[in-house]
C-alpha cells in the first residue's frame, strides 16, 4: 500500500517520476524476526562478535558482481554504484525480500542506509558496535564515523539488542 502511494505521488510530479526509495525492517514475532527489504539499505547481524549482512543489495553493482567476478579495484571503480534496481515508488508494485531470523540472547541487529554502509567498512562497523554495550553511543560512534570518512549520503542506523 505505501510502495503504490509513492508511485502513485510520483507519477503526479513530473519531477518525482522515476525516483524511489529503499527500506529495511525487522519485526519481532513469536517464533523469531522477520527481516523485510527492498533496495541497498541493509540489515546486518552481530553474533558472537562476527557480523553477517542478512540482505542482498538491489543494486547494479550487486547484478554485476553476481553476474561476474569483479576484482576489487573494478568494485571501488564501479561508476554506477548509487543505481539500485528495486526501490518503493519505482513502479506500482514491488517485491519485497524476506527472511526469518531465530535471534540468541545478546544478538544485536544493525539496520542502516547506504550512507552508512558505504563508507564504513564492515570491519568498522563490527569493532564500533562490539566496542561500545550502549547502542545510542554505538549508533552515535557509527554516524560519527561515516562523516569522517566522507559522508557522501544521508547516513541512517537504528540498533536493536535481542534480550530473552
Not at 59 to 85: C, G, Q
Request: overall charge negative; glycine content about 6%; hydrophobic content about 40%.
Amino acid at each position: 500500500l505505501a510502495n503504490l502511494r509513492i508511485f502513485e505521488g510520483a507519477q503526479k510530479e513530473p519531477k518525482l517520476r522515476g525516483m524511489g526509495t529503499t527500506i529495511v525492517a525487522i519485526l519481532v514475532v513469536d517464533d523469531g524476526v522477520l527481516v523485510a527489504h527492498v533496495g541497498d539499505s541493509r540489515v546486518y547481524r552481530i553474533r558472537d562478535k562476527k557480523l553477517e549482512q542478512l540482505t542482498e543489495d538491489h543494486s547494479l553493482l550487486n547484478d554485476y558482481i553476481k553476474m561476474r567476478r569483479l576484482t576489487p579495484e573494478e568494485i571501488a571503480n564501479f561508476p554506477h554504484k548509487n543505481v539500485i534496481v528495486r526501490a518503493l515508488g519505482m513502479k506500482d508494485t514491488v517485491k519485497v525480500d524476506t527472511c526469518h531470523e531465530q535471534p540468541r540472547e545478546g544478538d544485536v541487529y544493525v539496520l542502516c542506509s547506504d550512507g552508512l554502509s558505504g563508507p564504513v567498512t564492515d570491519e568498522e562497523l563490527l569493532e564500533i558496535v562490539v566496542a561500545n554495550r550502549d547502542l545510542k553511543v554505538a549508533a552515535s560512534k557509527l554516524i560519527e564515523r561515516a562523516n569522517e570518512n566522507g559522508g557522501p549520503d544521508n547516513i541512517t542506523v537504528v540498533l536493536a539488542r535481542w534480550v530473552a
